[in-house]
């Protein structure tokens, strides 16, 4: 089974909204990462987790939270968003280390108003 | 710093026809390569893999060769069908505490009935 799963598949929020984004993933993967995707481009790196930890952010504004409760769980907060935030977001997970396997979920469609 | 360099499309074939898809890449020690692909509307699906030289990654008909000596990871198909119709990605991971993949620009494919 290499299934990602995302919830929900889309989203529309205002400005001064507080939505999450959930991702779960059943592989025993340690490494969790969220991504945004503009169209017709590739999908850029916001953070990794590795181990529930925070490895990786790539300087991501603060009106996105990410959060791994556990080693199946991630979480992306999202408070005052801007309508440049709207993207499509995609989880992915993969064993721990470089070269692991990235798999990725169907993503989330968030539109902000 | 890695690169991976994608032919631009896009492409448009006719069903049955012969497909090649062009990546090159710049990398650091001995990077894995990925395919990806992304159907309209979802999220990204690994297509194949190669993790060292010379490996061939395979699936659904598609094929790509690991060549170091022309650093090149060209994806090919010998007989494509309109469900093929999707924008693939072509990507590397250089290993070590690095999980970051680098993603080509991505390739539009139509096929035509």
């Known amino acids: 089974d290499t299934e990602v799963t995302q919830t929900p598949k889309h989203l529309v929020m205002g400005m001064t909204n507080k939505k999450s984004l959930k991702c779960e993933q059943h592989?025993?993967?340690?490494?969790m990462y969220w991504y945004k995707q503009k169209a017709k481009k590739p999908p850029e790196l916001m953070f990794v987790?590795?181990?529930?930890?925070?490895?990786i952010n790539e300087s991501v504004p603060s009106r996105f939270s990410p959060e791994c409760p556990n080693s199946s769980l991630l979480n992306l907060h999202l408070h005052a968003l801007q309508p440049e935030d709207s993207a499509l977001y995609l989880c992915a997970s993969s064993q721990v280390g470089g070269q692991g396997t990235q798999y990725f979920g169907p993503g989330t469609r968030l539109l902000v108003l | 710093g890695n690169s991976v360099t994608q032919m631009e499309g896009p492409v448009t074939l006719s069903e049955e026809a012969f497909l090649t898809i062009n990546c090159t890449y710049t990398a650091t020690g001995y990077p894995s390569l990925f395919w990806y692909v992304q159907y309209p509307g979802e999220g990204l699906q690994l297509l194949l893999k190669a993790t060292k030289a010379d490996d061939k990654g395979s699936n659904k008909g598609f094929e790509a060769t690991y060549r170091k000596e022309t650093t090149s990871f060209h994806l090919e198909k010998g007989s494509v069908q309109v469900s093929d119709s999707a924008v693939y990605f072509c990507a590397l991971s250089s290993g070590g505490s690095n999980y970051k993949l680098t993603f080509g620009k991505g390739t539009l494919l139509t096929v035509n009935p």
């Open positions: 592989m025993g993967h340690r490494a």
């Open positions: 987790y590795s181990y529930e930890k925070l490895s």
